[in-house]
């Protein structure tokens, strides 16, 4: 997907289309917005026909043929759509001081991102990066090897150190861990140091039901952890709903489970 600062400058003349309000059940919430230019767009309102009638509104505003400031549109059966609710819509030409809100608003959501780190870059580990990537995350890749840390996504923070295990505490609370290196002992290392910590929202480790016997024996006997830390890993990483092996459905089922955990861990902390 292009980025918000490519499209600005690629489509300088555009509208900007924010929900202001919403009642009842909606695709998306107030705050959500997008950017139509007269051949391209930017982001999304939720889809649907309420999303094409006000594509067709900002093109209007744009072509100077009319188009209105604002929209409240229901969102049932008169525009085909089953929602039951209602979204309210204003729609702005944009300006330099939009754009600088716009960049203050991106920077912002950006520095409230969650930190993801990715302990290794091998195959799993690139899959990963490769899923998350589209996703409202900040991602970096830890690795020993440089070699590793290329072809990795343009967005992803990298980080190439020779003690990994002391990158941990540098993780913003309600982060999460994902331990993925060519190295056991290396990954009970990193786990040991993530599960010391009780505010990251999810630590998980690539590996088999006997790695996990083998890093909770290693973890009470050699490291003097605690029978309990042992639940908040997960090992394997992905589950068992899905019996394929190959990097990529590893990585997909790997960021449902951190997407999930990350929801929970802030669904608790507001409560």
């Not at 290392?189 to 909770?216: H, N, P, Q, V, W």
């Not at 009470?220 to 709903?241: D, H, K, M, N, V």
Request: hydrophobic share 45%.
């Amino acid at each position: 997907m292009t980025t918000l600062p490519a499209f600005l400058t690629a489509h300088p003349d555009s509208i900007l289309v924010d929900i202001t309000g919403t009642q009842g059940s909606t695709p998306r919430e107030a705050g959500a917005f997008m950017l139509v230019s007269p051949t391209a767009l930017w982001g999304t309102i939720g889809g649907g026909q309420f999303e094409f009638m006000a594509i067709a509104n900002a093109r209007e505003m744009l072509a100077g043929t009319g188009g209105a400031l604002t929209m409240d549109i229901p969102l049932g059966p008169e525009i085909g759509q089953c929602c039951g609710g209602r979204t309210q819509l204003r729609f702005r030409r944009l300006t330099q001081a939009l754009k600088d809100e716009l960049d203050e608003r991106l920077a912002g959501e950006i520095e409230r991102l969650p930190d993801v780190y990715l302990f290794g870059a091998g195959h799993v580990g690139r899959a990963l990066a490769s899923a998350l990537a589209p996703l409202p995350l900040s991602v970096t890749v830890v690795e020993t090897r440089q070699e590793e840390l290329a072809n990795l996504p343009s967005q992803t923070k990298t980080r190439l150190v020779p003690m990994p295990e002391a990158l941990v505490k540098d993780i913003a609370a309600g982060g999460a861990v994902v331990i993925l290196t060519h190295d056991h002992a290396l990954d009970f290392l990193i786990a040991r140091e993530a599960l010391e910590r009780t505010d990251l929202a999810y630590t998980g480790m690539i590996g088999s039901a006997t790695k996990r016997a083998t890093f909770a024996r290693w973890l009470l006997r050699e490291a003097g952890g605690e029978r309990g830390s042992i639940e908040r890993l997960t090992l394997p990483i992905g589950g068992y709903a899905v019996r394929d092996k190959r990097p990529e459905v590893i990585a997909a089922m790997t960021a449902a489970e951190i997407l999930m955990a990350l929801s929970n861990y802030r669904m608790r902390s507001s409560s």
